[in-house]
């Protein structure tokens, strides 16, 4: 019997765009592999539209709040659905960056210095010397990141408007120089690690990272063997640390500049990684080997719930 999957997307965060194109190519891609596909947009209706529904399995599309961070893997565990990616513990750490860095830190995982202040705090001095890293607790795709360079004399004024909504407390963390580094984690396996470099020349924000050609990927990264092994290790060891299941993503830097510190840090873990066209985890699978259809027929394979 064909298996009826609901690909969730859109959703209600800051991310429901790229949340729609990641679900419209898993989509795609399931039923190119045969499944009978629901494409399931996510609004405050969802619990009573999946319980009238009742897929075989929920493949979770969504990114940021609410499709992220437990609130739809709750629902999923209340109906007993079936659902890809990590539970509802893993993905509310995951998402919590002050948090996750707490866990991560003590599965010996190294993470940049940093601290957690009001927005507003934030805004009338610097809390860390500069450079520094001004990150929302619960974003993601760099929506609402600030970066504060060394001869910035005032803290970021962006902070204090009347439209920010990206929460009132935020982390600042000190930047670390370098090379932006990113391993996926498949199951209980790294494949491999990519450099991302901004076609630009800048850092990796929310237009590097979605618009066709505004990154670079250097798959493998051209890094020392006991660096390029020490990423893997370091992303199934934060995998594992915050619960993660199925599919992560975890992205690193690496200060190897001359007369730099050598620092490889952990920036965060992604539990839902993009899955569009220009998404890091399925060219990370294709360089292992696995299609885009491969890749994604795993997933609904792989789903369950108590996860």
């Not at 679900?23 to 795609?28: L, R």
């Not at 039923?31 to 947009?41: C, S, Y």
């Not at 007993?80 to 830190?105: E, F, N, W």
Request: net charge negative; with cysteine; charged share 25%.
């Amino acid at each position: 019997m064909t298996r009826h999957v609901a690909v969730l997307m859109g959703g209600l965060s800051a991310e429901r765009d790229v949340s729609l194109r990641s679900g419209e190519a898993c989509a795609k891609a399931l039923e190119a592999e045969g499944f009978k596909v629901t494409r399931l947009d996510v609004d405050r209706h969802v619990s009573q539209t999946l319980s009238d529904l009742r897929p075989d399995v929920a493949f979770n599309a969504l990114h940021g709040r609410f499709g992220e961070d437990g609130i739809i893997q709750g629902i999923l565990e209340m109906l007993r659905i079936p659902y890809t990616h990590s539970g509802v513990l893993a993905s509310a750490l995951a998402m919590q960056k002050d948090k996750a860095r707490d866990v991560l830190r003590a599965a010996g995982v190294p993470v940049a210095k940093g601290v957690t202040v009001s927005r507003l705090e934030a805004a009338k001095k610097h809390v860390l010397p500069p450079p520094y890293v001004v990150k929302p607790l619960s974003e993601g795709s760099s929506f609402g990141v600030i970066i504060v360079r060394a001869d910035q004399e005032h803290p970021p004024q962006e902070l204090t408007r009347a439209d920010w909504s990206y929460g009132e407390t935020v982390l600042i963390e000190s930047y670390v120089a370098g090379r932006e580094l990113t391993c996926a984690v498949i199951g209980d396996k790294a494949p491999a690690v990519i450099e991302i470099k901004a076609a630009g020349g800048g850092w990796y924000d929310y237009d590097a990272k979605y618009a066709p050609g505004g990154s670079i990927h250097e798959l493998p990264a051209n890094l020392k063997g006991i660096i390029y092994q020490n990423v893997q290790e370091l992303a199934l060891v934060a995998h594992r640390a915050l619960g993660c299941r199925g599919v992560s993503r975890t992205d690193f830097r690496y200060d190897d500049l001359p007369g730099g510190t050598a620092e490889l840090v952990v920036l965060e873990v992604n539990s839902q990684p993009g899955m569009t066209e220009t998404s890091l985890v399925p060219e990370i699978a294709a360089y292992a080997g696995l299609s885009f259809g491969e890749l994604v027929r795993w997933m609904v394979e792989d789903a369950s719930c108590d996860r």
